[in-house]
Structure formats: structure tokens, C-alpha cells
């Protein structure tokens, strides 16, 4: 796209001035299917990440290393007892909007 675009996604207007085809986060963001994880390491700090579907658990490291400046090689995402694999989408594991991940430090 050429000119500059704002998404309005749950309240939170992105705006996208990339000057060029719409592709990669730009084309993600215009598809709507985002959702919203929160993740609680249950010491005091519950971090609230807007993500992709089909982004994989790797991503979603990425984006909570941003929000709380912890590398994301450090953070493990667990549900349960289960441990959530980089690999592997969102989709996958079946988290949902609004869902809560066990956020922890290695």
C-alpha cells in the first residue's frame, strides 16, 4: 500500500507506513485474526500479547521479550505440565483469545 494505514484491532490503532505491498505483518494485521494471550510467571508481572494464529510459540517468545525485556532463549510458555515447543503454531496447541499461559524463567 502507498499511503500510510491505521488498523483498529480491539482498541489498539497500529498504523503501517511501510510504502510497499501489503505482505508479512502488514498483511496479518489487515486479516483480522489476531488474538490476545495473556501470560502470568505468577511473581507479579502478567503480560498481555496481541498475536497471530498461525505465529508459533517462538514468536510469542519474541513478542513477551519485548513487552518485558527478558530475552526470549530465557522464557519458557508452559500450560499444565505441558512445555510449549518453538515450533509449533498457536493453532496448534489450540490457545484461544483470551487464553492464559504459565510464563516462566530459565
Known amino acids: ?5 491505521v488498523f483498529n484491532l480491539g482498541g489498539t490503532l497500529l498504523r503501517c507506513g511501510c510504502k510497499r505491498e501489503l505482505k508479512g505483518t502488514c498483511a496479518r494485521l489487515a486479516t483480522g485474526n489476531m488474538l490476545e ?5 505468577r511473581l507479579g508481572k502478567k503480560v498481555r500479547v496481541k498475536c497471530n494464529e498461525d505465529d508459533t510459540i517462538g514468536d510469542l517468545k ?14 519458557r510458555l508452559m ?3 505441558s512445555i510449549f515447543k518453538d515450533h509449533i503454531t498457536l493453532d496448534d496447541y489450540e490457545i484461544h483469545d483470551g487464553m492464559g499461559i504459565e510464563l516462566y524463567y530459565n
Open 62 to 75: 519474541k513478542l513477551i521479550a519485548a513487552q518485558t525485556g527478558t530475552r526470549p532463549e530465557k522464557i
Open 37 to 41: 494471550v495473556i501470560c502470568n510467571d
Open 1 to 5: 500500500h502507498s499511503a500510510s494505514v
Open 79 to 81: 500450560k499444565w505440565q
